[in-house]
């Protein structure tokens, strides 16, 4: 074995060890809990506009990147535009003129429309406003998706059950396979109602009970779990799933 593989396999094994470890689980829900509370994942950026991430997710998101290198990337929910910029970054590291990453959102306000599209990455990136779960918005995406091969799709918007379940089920027809479908926030799940008495998501209502759902009749796709085994720390429990047929 040589020292590359040696290495790959020691992490494989270290990260199959957290599973069993319930001291270091407990420790990273509570910082989880506790961070969420802080608003702790609004405090970083990525290339100067807020991503609203955490970091570790980000990492992870770049993990799969490199890995799968799409040529389109979908993302639904905007806000601030910063995790357009961190896919529109990897996309250029990737090269190639053709891959672009399509934004969603109900409502793309102004000021950040502005600075999205004044970013030097804006060469890169598609934006498109009204609901992601309309079909006319739907038709625009497929259009623009049949111009690309290799395909990642990022859920972020509305985090209630039925909006999420729709997003899934209009746009995970177009992850390709050994691609990815990354369903943010799923961790409301496991959280104190208390923290979204202002949101119309809430324990029972979120985006890991639309991934629950929809995995009962989508084989094709399969929750990574040792994406989650290794961050310890994210939004995103259950929310990696990888389309594996």
């Known amino acids: 074995m040589n020292p590359i593989e040696e290495f790959q396999l020691e992490r494989k094994d270290r990260i199959s060890s957290y599973h069993g470890n319930t001291s270091l689980q407990d420790i990273s829900r509570k910082f989880t809990e506790v961070t969420i509370a802080a608003k702790y994942q609004y405090n970083f ?33 905007i806000a601030h535009g910063g995790s357009l910029i ?86 995970s027809p177009l992850v390709s396979t050994g691609s990815y479908c990354i369903v943010f926030d799923t961790i409301i799940e496991d959280l104190p109602d208390d923290m979204f008495s202002d949101r119309p998501w809430c324990h029972g209502n979120n985006p890991k009970t639309a991934v629950w759902e929809f995995l009962k009749t989508h084989d094709e796709f399969s929750v990574d779990a040792e994406i989650i085994q290794k961050l310890l720390v994210t939004e995103a429990p259950d929310g990696y799933l990888k389309k594996i047929k």
């Open 45 to 77: 950026s990525w290339l100067g506009r807020p991503t609203i991430h955490y970091p570790q997710d980000l990492v992870a998101m770049q993990e799969i990147i490199w890995n799968v290198k799409p040529d389109l990337i979908i993302e639904t929910g």
């Open 86 to 171: 961190f896919s529109a970054s990897m996309l250029e590291l990737l090269g190639g003129e053709d891959r672009e990453v399509v934004g969603l959102d109900i409502d793309i306000r102004a000021h950040n429309r502005a600075e999205i599209e004044a970013h030097p990455l804006f060469k890169r990136i598609t934006l498109i406003e009204g609901d992601s779960t309309s079909p006319e918005i739907a038709e625009q995406v497929y259009a623009i998706a049949q111009k690309h091969q290799n395909i990642l799709v990022c859920l972020d918007s509305n985090h209630t059950h039925d909006h999420v379940l729709k997003e899934l089920e209009l746009y």
